[in-house]
């Protein structure tokens, strides 16, 4: 595993290298007070979610793809990059895939076990539910599981989004042709099946998501990129604003949105993870109102290809970055 580590390392290198002579855009400089940070705790060697905490600033959740020690979350200072209390979730089955956290305006975290390395051939995936702690330390805390399913069939999945205005709860799956956003019930049920349903076409190979602290622009990642949207309302497939200014890094897997509103953080997997600062275009200090977006972009709600509007160059690049992750998870699961 450490070898095809290293290759990947290399590979993400190379790829970073040539996107450089096909001209792709430099990331906007991070503000002082939005300093990235490394995930220092030896165990987080796969952080493939991030979600600034409401009630603790400062500090970020986070959570590996699958861990030995149970349904875990880890408490990470994003000015030191230590851990600073583990939960335990109780109340849940035993994690298959976890690829997402958000926290909802409600004080719980929205916790998305979700992946589905095979393709999409899981009949279910489940969200677990649990009130942000109070005090960071590290604890035992009960969840609520929700099963869930897609309109249209099963699907491979990374990026789960709770709304900050309405609290209703948000799908976008990892595919690169047809890859859509889906929206939950408006109310999730515990004992019964919540069908997630489609608002619409991303084009996207999204590894995350998030909602600016206003509700008013949706930031959805790739490894190679990422796009903004504008928010249009419940029921409707947000606006296509423009690309996101996402850092090359490893294995891009994760996003969320500082407090303020002013700067996106891009985590990445792998140990000693980076989480990067990308200062959002045109926020002036409260909510953000640019997306982080490197300006504008024409078409419709969808995106066009993969991470939205790469040169030829960059995409067979990805590609091949993408095979070399999924040989990565198919290793990792043996």
Not at 26 to 54: C, V, Y
Not at 116 to 121: E, I, V, Y
Request: proline share 4%; glycine share 16%; aromatic share 6%.
């Amino acid at each position: 595993m450490r070898s095809l580590r290293t290759s990947m390392g290399a590979m993400a290198a190379a790829a970073a290298g040539c996107l450089v002579l096909l001209g792709a855009a430099a990331p906007a400089a991070a503000d002082d007070s939005h300093d990235g940070f490394t995930m220092k705790d030896p165990r987080i060697i796969e952080s493939s979610g991030l979600a600034a905490s409401r009630a603790h600033p400062g500090v970020y959740w986070t959570h590996n793809d699958q861990d030995k020690g149970g349904a875990l979350l880890y408490a990470v200072d994003g000015k030191t990059g230590e851990t600073v209390a583990t939960i335990t979730m109780t109340g849940v089955g035993k994690p298959r895939d976890v690829e997402a956290v958000s926290v909802g305006s409600d004080g719980n975290l929205y916790v998305g076990d979700i992946g589905d390395n095979l393709g999409g051939t899981w009949s279910h995936v489940w969200i677990y539910k649990l009130p942000e702690p109070k005090q960071l330390r590290d604890q035992t805390v009960r969840a609520t599981q929700y099963t869930v399913k897609y309109e249209d069939g099963a699907r491979d999945a990374e990026a789960l989004m709770v709304h900050p205005k309405t609290g209703r709860i948000y799908i976008a799956d990892k595919k690169e042709e047809g890859g859509a956003l889906y929206e939950g019930p408006a109310q999730m049920s515990a004992s019964g099946v919540n069908v997630f349903k489609r608002l619409g076409k991303t084009g996207l190979w999204t590894t995350d998501g998030a909602f600016s602290p206003d509700g008013k622009q949706l930031a959805l990642r790739g490894y190679l990129g990422g796009v903004s949207y504008a928010w249009k309302g419940e029921g409707k497939m947000p606006a296509r604003e423009g690309r996101l200014s996402v850092p090359l890094q490893g294995q891009g897997e994760s996003v969320s949105y500082t407090l303020d509103g002013t700067t996106l953080m891009y985590g990445t997997e792998g140990e000693q993870g980076e989480v990067e600062p990308v200062e959002v275009e045109g926020a002036g200090g409260t909510a953000g109102s640019g997306g982080g977006s490197s300006g504008p972009d024409a078409g419709d709600g969808g995106g066009a290809g993969l991470d939205g509007d790469f040169k030829v160059g960059a995409l067979a690049l990805a590609v091949v970055v993408a095979a070399f992750l999924g040989l990565k998870r198919v290793l990792r699961r043996r």
